[in-house]
């Protein structure tokens, strides 16, 4: 998880992916945990023959499973019943070493009961993180222990550390070496299998499988525990650190590799690049992003941030795998073609936002919308006013010049460094919005159009303020008569 927050691909589809199936790794550990005292051998499953073995054993384990499931329950429901209040009182103390110190009784405590249970002090402390993660303390209880988080887990590799020896590595080089390409190479090619069963692209279950392929840090506390119970022996446990801890090494090398491989297959086959019906099965009131330039990235920026479904569209093959390396729905095509708007499921689309790189293309794009999917609003960049007005006639819902704004800002910026007072400032930017902004009611009423602005402005003035009330280009009597 790591790696993917440094990478910023954590919302990435492949990214999602991965945390998944770490959060299934997660609560396998539990049922691990639980299986290895009961896989325990004994002198009596020795002794005995092996049909008699078999079923002293399933007898074992089914004993074993039932005292966990009620150890595990009942640890969950009384913990439920009993941390609130507990948390509560404590919080009333306005004392934070109190609040600290109940936090360590609670994961002391829990582990404590499931080793008098024959359970593993390890599956304890899961639980209770589990039970204090479902408590409202939880923020608190986070940033208490986030000084102790790397300390201890500084503490923890170090001890896996002093177990690994070197002499063994390098007289086992080849072996390690082989369990390692096969771990990596088997879990890459099962997830490569797996995730294209659950809608993943090729690239992107190889993605999160080259992500998912390390040994995790899990493996060195259940490695342990099965020495101390004897089911495994020490010699074999010390070559299988070596695997783990080699592998993990390796992970930020393995996502950087899978990022070049993506872009790599990307480029070599368009059709990934295309939409493809298992992708956008199921959209709607989706929002159609023309264009991944400057603009069209910050509005996708803004829709992800808010959770909003987009599907963006471009013909430069370059920016479709830099939108598709972050893994976002970034397709190649002509905005301009109805087949092309008919497999993004324009017809099931909230709106459209038009902000390619030429006038003629969102011309194109404009008509196509309006003639073919008429019932979604378009929202447009328009170069200049002249291309603006040829917009709205092709169809249109709201058209935005380009220049306006930048050039606003820029003058403010400039401004501002030649230590113009802030309010002065202000007042200069105002007075210039409304006389650009008078201008365009001039040549809207002129071309009988509104040039959009009376669907924009309604949202314009809601972020900036009742002080553009008086513009009067904003209001909807700016529409033709």
């Known amino acids: 998880?790591?790696?993917l927050a440094d990478r910023g691909e954590t919302g990435s589809r492949h990214g999602r992916a991965a945390f998944s199936v770490l959060l299934f790794q997660d609560l396998a550990v539990v049922v691990l945990l639980m299986l290895i005292p009961l896989l325990t051998p004994s002198p009596e499953n020795a002794a005995a023959g092996g049909v008699e073995s078999l079923i002293r054993i399933s007898k074992a384990i089914g004993v074993a499973?039932?005292?966990?499931?009620?150890?595990?329950?009942?640890?969950?429901?009384?913990?439920?019943?009993?941390?609130?209040?507990?948390?509560?009182?404590?919080?009333?103390?306005?004392?934070?070493?109190?609040?600290?110190?109940?936090?360590?009784?609670?994961?002391?405590?829990?582990s404590l009961i499931t080793q008098l249970a024959g359970l593993s002090l390890a599956l304890g402390a899961f639980l209770a993180g589990l039970l204090l993660a479902e408590t409202p303390f939880h923020l608190q209880i986070e940033a208490d222990?986030?000084?102790?988080?790397?300390?201890?887990?500084?503490?923890?590799?170090?001890?896996?550390?002093?177990?690994?020896?070197?002499?063994?590595?390098?007289?086992?080089?080849?072996?390690?070496?082989?369990?390692?390409?096969?771990?990596?190479?088997?879990?890459?090619?099962?997830?490569a299998g797996v995730g294209q069963v659950f809608g993943l692209s090729l690239v992107q279950s190889l993605r999160a499988g080259l992500l998912l392929s390390p040994g995790g840090e899990f493996a060195f506390v259940l490695f342990g525990e099965a020495v101390t119970k004897g089911i495994l022996n020490a010699a074999m446990v010390q070559e299988l650190y070596l695997v783990?801890?080699?592998s993990m090494a390796l992970t930020p090398f393995l996502a950087e590799w899978g990022a070049r491989l993506g872009k790599i297959l990307d480029k070599k086959d368009m059709k990934t690049m295309q939409p493809q019906e298992k992708e956008?099965?199921?959209?709607?009131?989706?929002?159609?992003?023309?264009?991944?330039?400057?603009?069209g990235r910050l509005i996708a920026e803004m829709l992800s941030e808010q959770l909003i479904p987009f599907v963006a569209l471009d013909v430069d093959a370059n920016?479709?795998?830099?939108?598709?390396?972050?893994?976002?729905?970034?397709?190649?095509?002509?905005?301009?073609?109805?087949?092309?708007?008919?497999?993004?499921?324009?017809?099931?689309?909230?709106?459209?936002?038009?902000?390619?790189?030429?006038?003629?293309?969102?011309?194109?794009?404009?008509?196509?919308?309006?003639?073919?999917?008429?019932?979604?609003?378009?929202?447009?960049?328009?170069?200049?006013?002249?291309?603006?007005?040829?917009?709205e006639k092709a169809g249109?819902?709201?058209?935005?010049?380009?220049?306006?704004?930048?050039?606003?800002?820029?003058?403010?910026?400039?401004?501002?460094?030649?230590?113009?007072?802030?309010?002065?400032?202000?007042?200069?930017?105002?007075?210039?919005?409304?006389?650009?902004?008078?201008?365009?009611?001039?040549?809207?009423?002129r071309?009988?159009?509104?040039?959009?602005?009376?669907?924009?402005?309604?949202?314009?003035r809601a972020v900036t303020g009742p002080e553009l009330n008086g513009a009067g280009p904003l209001e909807p009597s700016l529409a033709a008569p």
């Open 1 to 3: 998880m790591q790696v």
């Open 65 to 110: 499973a039932i005292k966990a499931v009620t150890c595990m329950a009942t640890i969950t429901v009384v913990g439920r019943w009993v941390l609130q209040p507990l948390y509560r009182r404590v919080a009333e103390t306005r004392n934070p070493d109190i609040f600290a110190a109940m936090t360590l009784l609670v994961v002391l405590g829990t």
């Open 145 to 191: 222990i986030a000084p102790y988080k790397g300390l201890l887990m500084g503490l923890f590799f170090m001890t896996v550390g002093m177990e690994i020896s070197m002499g063994l590595l390098v007289a086992k080089l080849r072996t390690v070496l082989a369990a390692m390409v096969l771990l990596i190479g088997g879990k890459v090619a099962v997830m």
């Open 244 to 246: 783990v801890a080699l």
């Open 280 to 295: 956008v099965e199921g959209l709607s009131d989706h929002v159609i992003i023309a264009g991944f330039g400057r603009v």
């Open 319 to 391: 920016r479709v795998a830099e939108g598709r390396a972050l893994d976002l729905p970034v397709y190649f095509g002509d905005a301009g073609s109805p087949a092309v708007l008919h497999a993004l499921r324009a017809e099931k689309a909230a709106c459209a936002v038009i902000t390619l790189d030429t006038p003629a293309a969102n011309y194109r794009s404009v008509w196509a919308l309006h003639k073919h999917f008429p019932l979604v609003k378009t929202f447009v960049r328009a170069h200049d006013v002249e291309n603006g007005l040829q917009l």
């Open 396 to 445: 249109a819902t709201a058209v935005v010049p380009e220049t306006l704004e930048p050039s606003l800002q820029l003058a403010a910026a400039v401004l501002t460094e030649l230590d113009i007072p802030e309010g002065d400032v202000a007042e200069a930017i105002r007075d210039l919005r409304r006389t650009h902004l008078s201008e365009l009611q001039d040549v809207a009423r």
């Open 447 to 460: 071309s009988r159009t509104s040039l959009g602005y009376e669907v924009v402005g309604e949202q314009l």
